[in-house]
Structures are given as structure tokens and as C-alpha cells.
Nanobody, 119 residues
């Protein structure tokens, strides 16, 4: 079992920055793809960013490309999402997730952290 705990959400003005962190316990994340997804109330959860075990060739949703950066520290068992140039449409609950089998299905989820961007 893997437990994921997100932190770093909050309220920020448009154009500002936030850094989300995801700390894992229970098992090492070393071999897993890790991802951030987000959900707006009433809408389906959507993909934000994804990073393989070696930290190379991260993949981003078009809506955040160039503004968000996903990174990981395997030694600390953490994954982060640096969010710059935030827009009101980035307002959502952000979730950290682990893809154990590298099949684009997420096996473990955090509880989510709220990000609110004011205009």
C-alpha cells in the first residue's frame, strides 16, 4: 500500500505561483509513474502532468504546458508541481496519483489539495 499526502494548496491571485508537494509513505515510489490531476466540482477529473521514475520526459496537458513543472525526488519519496502564471481556470482540487503498472491507470491517490486562483 502507498499513502499519498498533498500539501501546498491555497489562494493566490491570477499571475501568481504555488508549489504543490506530494509525500508518499508505505512503499517507495521509485519505479512508479507519478502524476498530478485536478477536478473542478461538477466536472470530471482531468490530467495535469505525469513523470516517469527517472524524472525525464515529463508530459503535460496542453492547458498547463509552459506554466507548470512536475518533478520528483526519489530519495525523499516526493513529487512536486510548480505552478506559475496561474489563471482563474486553474482553480480546482489537485490530486497526486501513482501509476504502479505504467498503464495510465492510477492505483493510489492522495486526498487532494484545493487551489483557488482569484481574478
Amino acid at each position: 500500500q502507498v499513502q499519498l499526502v498533498e500539501s501546498g494548496g491555497g489562494l493566490v491571485e491570477a499571475g501568481g505561483s504555488l508549489r504543490l508537494s506530494c509525500a508518499a509513505s508505505g512503499r517507495t515510489l521509485l519505479s512508479y509513474y507519478m502524476a498530478w490531476l485536478r477536478q473542478i466540482p461538477g466536472k470530471e477529473r482531468e490530467f495535469v502532468a505525469r513523470i516517469p521514475w527517472n524524472g525525464r520526459n515529463a508530459y503535460y496537458a496542453d492547458s498547463v504546458k509552459g506554466r507548470f513543472t512536475i518533478s520528483r525526488d526519489n530519495a525523499k519519496n516526493t513529487v512536486s508541481l510548480q505552478m506559475n502564471s496561474l489563471k482563474p481556470e486553474d482553480t480546482a482540487v489537485y490530486y497526486c496519483a501513482a501509476d504502479v503498472n505504467s498503464d495510465l491507470r492510477y492505483d493510489y491517490w492522495g486526498q487532494g489539495t484545493q487551489v483557488t486562483v482569484s481574478s
